[in-house]
């Protein structure tokens, strides 16, 4: 049954413009920033974009980068990350060569709030003129970030869809005033499904979806310097990359992952909670659905997890609460958005006592929609 608006909800002007797409929020102290993809108005660049939400209303837009060369993916956007001492990191994806999956993650660093930006190069430390990206920013001591990402080095030939044979590795490095080299994290994960990352207790954890040997593609959790866990078995075999990765939130007490999978054509939103006692069973939000979740932690460990969700009548951006002893709340439909690649992957940030949702418009000349919802109203 379809509920439509049954909750609380504001909708929200921002300055993203007509066309803008691949949304993405970051929550530091009170603040969200947002970042997003725009066109330019001569028809030839694009640019990476950002801007503030606080005391309900968003800032103008600061443009990172502006450029001929930027590699636009409907399901990989920038990703932002604020450091303890203010600094604003940011990475976007840029093509490297002639070749269609040709493309480096560049790297800018903002130390006045976004008014100007600093170019640091690429984030790959490796030179191959192949994929690289889906990147995972959290704080790294006192004026840095770590950064996760899916590196395709290894990848050659013409395998993956003409993306290149071999593997895809997690790799993971620091940034600061420079990019510093960079670790192998796993070897083997799948090509290009979102990854996510969390500073939970000082400690960043990582969450992605593997690739085992037999094309077993579930979702796995590590940290630096250990053995990866998968956070559920499904046993989803899959001989190609669904591009539909996991979300991790904390609020340093609880960790909840969650995640689409499909095993033997059942589609599911899931949903884990982590703590000391390990990763818990897991609890099934939706089988009607195209997955692309996100999640947030509330303070008393409920969790709040977004997706897309099919209907008879089209797809909406859902959300719904769910606590550690399974329960979960009536899914609301938030808005309708498009069947297709087009719709990107919608997210979420706690702000306040409300939730701020982001995502790519039907409608393309309508850009980005944002919209808040009071987080007792559901």
Same mark, same amino acid.
């Given at each position: ?16 413009? /007509? ?19 725009? /066109? ?25 980068? %502006? ?38 993650i560049g790297v ?117 310097? %250990? !053995?990866? !866990? ?11 990359? /669904? ?9 340093? !007490? ?66 719904? !609460? ?6 979960v709340s009536q899914?609301?439909?938030?808005? %309708? ?6 719709a990107g992957f /919608? ?23 944002? %919209? ?7």
């Amino acid at each position: 049954m379809l509920t439509l608006l049954a909750i609380t909800t504001l909708s929200l002007s921002n300055p993203s413009g /007509p066309d803008a797409l691949a949304p993405n929020l970051s929550v530091h102290g009170k603040e969200v920033w947002m970042t997003w993809i725009a /066109p330019h108005e001569d028809g030839i660049t694009n640019e990476v974009m950002c801007s503030t939400f606080s005391d309900g209303a968003w800032s103008p837009a600061s443009t990172v980068v %502006k450029a001929g060369h930027l590699f636009v993916n409907w399901a990989d956007f920038p990703e932002l990350c604020v450091a303890k001492d203010g600094s604003v990191y940011v990475t976007w994806l840029q093509k490297s060569g002639p070749g269609t999956y040709a493309y480096d993650i560049g790297v800018a660093r903002s130390t006045d709030d976004g008014k100007t930006w600093s170019h640091l190069g690429t984030l790959n430390d490796d030179r191959v003129l192949g994929e690289h990206g889906f990147v995972s920013l959290v704080q790294e001591g006192e004026r840095g970030v770590r950064a996760f990402w899916l590196d395709g080095r290894a990848m050659t030939g013409d395998g993956h869809s003409g993306h290149g044979g071999g593997d895809m590795q997690l790799r993971s490095a620091v940034i600061d005033s420079v990019v510093h080299p960079s670790e192998l994290i796993d070897e083997r994960v799948c090509e290009c499904c979102s990854t996510d990352a969390v500073l939970h207790g000082g400690v960043p954890l990582v969450v992605y979806r593997d690739r085992g040997a037999s094309e077993i593609r579930d979702i796995a959790i590590t940290m630096i310097g %250990k !053995k990866e !866990k998968l956070v559920n078995p499904d046993g989803w075999n899959i001989n190609g990359c /669904p591009v539909n990765g996991p979300a991790i939130a904390t609020n340093n !007490k609880d960790v909840i992952v969650g995640w689409f999978t499909a095993p033997e054509m059942k589609s599911a939103v899931k949903a884990s909670f982590v703590n000391a006692d390990g990763i818990q069973q897991p609890i099934q939000l939706s089988t009607n659905t195209i997955g692309r979740v996100d999640v947030e932690m509330l303070e008393d460990s409920t969790g709040i997890a977004c997706w897309l969700e099919t209907c008879e009548d089209g797809v909406y951006v859902a959300i719904a !609460k769910v606590r550690k002893d399974g329960a979960v709340s009536q899914v609301q439909h938030i808005e %309708k958005v498009a069947s297709s690649r087009q719709a990107g992957f /919608p997210h979420i940030a706690v702000v306040g006592d409300q939730l701020l949702i982001a995502w790519t418009a039907v409608d393309t000349a309508n850009g980005i929609q944002t %919209k808040v919802i009071d987080l007792d109203s559901f």
